[in-house]
T-cell receptor, first 115, second 109 residues
Framework: KAGVTQTPRYLIKTRGQQVTLSCSPI?????VSWYQQTPGQGLQFLFE???????NKGNFPGRFSGRQFSNSRSEMNVSTLELGDSALYLC??????????????FGNGTRLTVT | GEDVEQSLFLSVREGDSSVINCTYT??????LYWYKQEPGAGLQLLTY?????DMKQDQRLTVLLNKKDKHLSLRIADTQTGDSAIYFC?????????FGSGTKLNVKP
């Protein structure tokens, strides 16, 4: 069974631009969560989607948004990029939403560099 | 559930046992997890334990849970250089996961 696939693996953008990251969950998984990982802040929760609905959201500005499609694939978008948005963005999928007992399975992430 | 704490570094010699510790805060957590992250990769699920268990063993990995003290540990027996990585513990709260800051394990040959 294929794991969680994130594309692209690397991105370099300029301040003020916007970016879209993509995540394909493990087949059969309907929940997708996004995390931002930086050396200083560790893993920060961005949002969780289940059946195309956002179930939960972390403490990030409105520049960070996401969506989930009917095939459970998810995208996240960051608009008006800032230098501080440089990070590894991780997507994780699970069978069920986080209020049920199902572990997260992570992709290898997208490394975003903002210059 | 937000204050999951781990020590930042651990250094051991190849062949020794490694013990990585974690404290969590949410007594209602039902599952606790250990993940491994190698350079350039995402987090790989290693093992997890249900909160009504004290111990779980899986080959070289042993997880111990002290629910009274909200303390979780991961023991790696016969540590190898390939075990060098960052290890994260995580607790599952009511509706989301909380991760520690990670313990960087360095295995010296």
């Amino acid at each position: 069974k294929a794991g969680v696939t994130q594309t692209p693996r690397y991105l370099i953008k300029t301040r003020g631009q916007q970016v879209t990251l993509s995540c394909s969950p493990i087949s059969g998984h309907r929940s997708v969560s996004w995390y931002q990982q930086t050396p200083g802040q560790g893993l920060q929760f961005l949002f969780e989607y289940f059946s195309e609905t956002q179930r939960n959201k972390g403490n990030f500005p409105g520049r960070f948004s996401g969506r989930q499609f009917s095939n459970s694939r998810s995208e996240m978008n960051v608009s008006t990029l800032e230098l501080g948005d440089s990070a590894l963005y991780l997507c994780a999928s699970s069978l069920a939403p986080a209020n049920q007992n199902s572990p997260l399975h992570f992709g290898n992430g997208t490394r975003l560099t903002v210059t | 559930g937000e204050d999951v704490e781990q020590s930042l570094f651990l250094s051991v010699r190849e062949g020794d046992s490694s013990v990585i510790n974690c404290t969590y805060t949410d007594s209602s957590s039902t599952y606790l997890y250990w993940y491994k992250q190698e350079p350039g990769a995402g987090l790989q699920l290693l093992t997890y334990i249900f909160s009504n268990m004290d111990m779980k063993q899986d080959q070289r990995l042993t997880v111990l849970l002290n629910k009274k003290d909200k303390h979780l540990s991961l023991r790696i027996a016969d540590t190898q250089t390939g075990d060098s990585a960052i290890y994260f513990c995580a607790e599952k709260g009511l509706d989301k996961f909380y991760f520690g800051s990670g313990t960087k394990l360095n295995v010296k040959p």
